[in-house]
């Protein structure tokens, strides 16, 4: 089965532009997850969808992000406009049920750099 | 809330030889714990969790990790590592009241195997 993808893989933006990054699960997966890990700082949770819903959306920094589902298939991360803070790598996992025995799948994040 | 501390950022260690990362928590409740590794250019593996039972867990590569709750300790170990080690390994916690795939992450430890 094909992994967690994540487009695109390098983003490099200019301060106060908007840049959308997009994950795809893997199919049949409801759950997903959205991460960031700002330069050397921990990994840090953002967001959570079940399906299309926000499941839990207590990590997101603040509302120039917005996070969207729609179908429940896809997910986009969307940072308008971005700041110097916003540079990181972000990351997208996904897992069939939320139970702690369903493993997280990773994808390979999108690094995105603000100058 | 919880916090992980991963005490070191970096560790060289020489082919063959054994290795130990150190991974300390604090959590006011219950937790799951896990260790993944992100290989270069990859996403994040699972390589191990703790959910109940065995204080030592084993898991992929070679790789094992003794859960010691009176320490809050969940440090990883393997006997003798590979170059193909060569990777950032993280410790991460979940609260086992809530989402299991929540995860509360450390800042990570990179392990460099020298020929």
């Known amino acids: 089965e094909a992994g967690v993808t994540q487009f695109p893989s390098h983003s490099v933006i200019e301060k106060g532009q908007t840049v959308t990054l997009r994950c795809d699960p893997i199919s049949g997966h409801d759950n997903l997850y959205w991460y960031r890990r700002v330069m050397g700082k921990e990994i840090k949770f953002l967001l959570h969808?079940?399906?299309?819903?926000?499941?839990?959306e207590s990590g997101m920094p603040n509302n120039r992000f917005l996070a969207e589902r729609t179908g429940g298939t896809y997910s986009t991360l969307k940072v308008q406009p971005a700041e110097l803070e916003d540079s990181g790598v972000y990351f997208c996992?996904?897992?069939?049920?939320?139970?702690?025995?369903?493993?997280?799948?990773f994808g390979n994040g999108t690094r995105l750099t603000v100058t | 809330a919880q916090s992980v501390t991963q005490l070191d950022s970096q560790v060289p260690v020489f082919e063959e030889a054994p290795v130990e990362l150190r991974c300390n928590y604090s959590s006011s409740v219950s937790v799951y714990l896990f260790w993944y590794v992100q290989y270069p250019n990859q996403g994040l593996q699972l390589l191990l969790k703790?959910?109940?039972?065995?204080?030592l867990v084993k898991g992929i590569n070679g790789f094992e990790a003794e859960f010691n709750k009176s320490q809050t300790s969940f440090h990883l170990r393997k006997p003798s590592v590979h170059i193909s080690d060569t990777a950032e390994y993280f410790c991460a916690v979940s609260d086992l009241k809530a989402a299991g795939n929540k995860l509360t992450f450390g800042g990570g430890t990179r392990v460099l195997v020298k020929p």
């Open positions: 996992a996904s897992s069939q049920e939320r139970r702690e025995n369903s493993p997280l799948h």
């Open positions: 703790y959910l109940s039972g065995s204080t």
């Open positions: 969808f079940v399906k299309e819903s926000k499941q839990d």
